[in-house]
């Protein structure tokens, strides 16, 4: 790896884990509360006392993107982890069934993989309705289909492996053959699709909030404080900004891990 490589991995490694210390122990990063108001100090701009400045209710913007890692970046990994989970089982049945099932499998897989994840999000939440739990549910949906694809890809190719096809013939049955010789590499495989996927989760489920269908008021979530300010963009630019930030850093930073072990693996000179 080289040195430039190497300093931007390290970067964006520290970015995820401030944005874990801000999401586990937001007390560590400021005494105040992300619900408290004071009306005297509404959009006062970055300062000692609120280096991020004041929403319009004099709710200190720092304290809120603080908290709001909780739950915009809980939201995204959330909706990751299931989408891992679901993809592998269904990926691994699919490439392990008979071939009439497996068709079925990927036909379904490929009509919504034609469609934009964030539309088919948007879709699943116009149906279920607004609300954090839904907004990880639509997110979750939507990104299932590239888990099926990429768990139903690696399957089909290590059972046809020679390694399979040795404990086979050794006597060894196919369901613990799968466990040890097929399940670690897909597993393997997914986790590096899952940690680009992390970004584009959180991605989503800010974008959702922005459009009004996630949390509600006065949650503390990105996706809402940056929709929150953008009516007084021109007067107090800081309460989008921040917010929007964070988002970015946070996306920016988990692609990068991503595609940097996905490099790796792959075993491409990096």
């Known amino acids: 790896m080289s040195i430039a490589r190497r300093a931007l991995l390290t970067i964006a490694l520290v970015v995820l884990a401030v944005i874990a210390a801000m999401a586990l122990a937001p007390a560590l990063f400021t005494s105040l509360d992300p619900l408290t108001t004071d009306v005297r100090a509404a959009l006062e701009p970055p300062s000692a006392a609120h280096p991020f400045g004041t929403d319009q209710s004099g709710r200190d913007v720092f304290t809120?993107?603080?908290?709001?890692?909780?739950?915009?970046?809980?939201?995204?990994?959330?909706?990751?982890?299931?989408?891992?989970?679901?993809?592998?089982?269904?990926?691994?049945?699919?490439?392990s069934a008979p071939r009439?099932?497996?068709?079925?499998?990927?036909?379904?897989?490929?009509?919504?993989?034609?469609f934009p994840e964030f539309l088919i999000a948007l879709v699943v939440v116009a149906i279920l309705g607004p609300g954090p739990v839904n907004i990880a549910v639509a997110v979750t949906i939507a990104a299932v289909p590239v888990y099926v694809r990429l768990a139903r890809a690696q399957t089909r190719t290590l059972l046809q492996a020679e390694h399979v096809e040795a404990a086979r013939i050794l006597g060894v049955r196919a369901f613990p053959a799968f466990l040890r010789h097929v399940a670690p590499s897909v597993v393997g495989?997914?986790?590096?699709?899952?940690?680009?996927?992390?970004?584009?989760?959180?991605?989503?489920?800010?974008?959702?909030?922005?459009?009004?269908?996630?949390?509600?008021?006065?949650?503390?979530?990105?996706?809402?404080?940056?929709?929150?300010?953008?009516?007084?963009?021109?007067?107090?630019?800081?309460?989008?900004?921040?917010?929007?930030?964070?988002?970015?850093?946070?996306?920016?930073?988990?692609?990068?891990?991503?595609?940097?072990l996905r490099a790796r693996t792959e075993g491409r000179s990096l």
């Open 64 to 95: 809120r993107v603080v908290y709001g890692a909780s739950r915009s970046a809980g939201i995204g990994l959330l909706a990751t982890t299931l989408a891992f989970t679901i993809g592998l089982v269904i990926g691994a049945l699919s490439g």
């Open 100 to 114: 009439l099932v497996d068709a079925a499998t990927m036909r379904a897989t490929d009509v919504l993989l034609a």
């Open 189 to 260: 495989a997914l986790s590096v699709l899952a940690t680009i996927g992390i970004g584009s989760s959180i991605l989503a489920a800010a974008g959702l909030s922005f459009l009004g269908l996630g949390p509600t008021e006065p949650t503390p979530e990105w996706g809402l404080m940056l929709s929150g300010g953008r009516n007084v963009l021109g007067q107090a630019w800081w309460i989008s900004l921040f917010p929007g930030l964070a988002i970015t850093l946070t996306v920016v930073a988990a692609t990068v891990v991503g595609r940097l």
